[in-house]
């Protein structure tokens, strides 16, 4: 699946439990048939059903994952899915704002495990490293913080590399002084 699957219909309730089964069918094998075909590999489900009109209004939208731009890992080995630095052109990049929300969610994700003691999934990680170098390739947002932090962000994925969770901690809250600093300025 690629993008974003819409379903939107009105049933009666007698409908309801069949839907849902044929649902969760189509999540368990990774798809189904018709318009479950291409329900696989999803990262977001969204269901809304309303009573209206004597039946149901329901409504599902399904995001499937996002794929990395080509210059995520590059400054960071192991992590995205680029192996080489690529020179990517103000029309390439994708909306700043995206790459900021993305970077907030997964680095609330890295924080939330830190705190609770765990190592961040490699996912979190991963999806962090990539869109920071790529957030640093946006001009006049920040520029004269962008080697410091780029330098954090090397330093804790080598501490994420080594599992070192009390280093991953204080690069994390080093990161998120950076993010302050700038912010502040920039924001």
């Known amino acids: 699946m690629s993008g974003e699957l819409r379903i939107e219909r009105h049933m009666p309730k007698e409908g309801l439990p069949a839907f849902f089964r044929e649902?969760?069918?189509?999540?368990?094998?990774?798809?189904?048939?018709?318009?479950?075909?291409?329900?696989d590999g999803?990262?977001?489900?969204?269901?809304?059903?309303?009573?209206?009109?004597?039946?149901?209004?329901?409504?599902?939208?399904?995001?499937?994952?996002?794929?990395?731009?080509?210059?995520?890992g590059a400054l960071f080995p192991g992590f995205g899915e680029g192996e080489a630095p690529v020179?990517?052109?103000?029309d390439e990049l994708p909306?700043?704002?995206?790459?900021?929300?993305r970077m907030k969610?997964?680095?609330?994700?890295?924080?939330?495990?830190?705190?609770?003691?765990?190592?961040?999934?490699?996912e979190a990680v991963a999806s962090f490293l990539a869109d920071a170098e790529l957030m640093c390739a946006y001009p006049g947002k920040g520029d004269v913080f962008y080697p410091d932090f780029l330098q954090v962000c090397r330093?804790?994925?080598?501490?994420?590399?080594?599992?070192?969770?009390?280093?991953?901690?204080?690069?994390?809250e080093e990161l998120a002084h950076q993010k302050a600093r700038c912010h502040a300025l920039y924001d």
């Open 42 to 72: 999803f990262v977001k489900l969204k269901l809304s059903l309303k009573e209206a009109f004597g039946g149901f209004s329901l409504k599902m939208k399904v995001k499937s994952p996002r794929e990395l731009p080509p210059a995520a």
């Open 23 to 39: 649902l969760a069918e189509a999540i368990e094998k990774g798809g189904g048939e018709g318009e479950f075909e291409n329900l």
């Open 105 to 122: 969610t997964s680095f609330k994700v890295i924080l939330r495990m830190l705190h609770e003691g765990q190592c961040p999934p490699a």
């Open 87 to 90: 020179s990517v052109g103000q």
């Open 155 to 172: 330093e804790f994925a080598d501490a994420y590399d080594s599992c070192d969770l009390p280093r991953m901690g204080a690069m994390a």
């Open 95 to 101: 909306r700043y704002k995206s790459v900021k929300k």
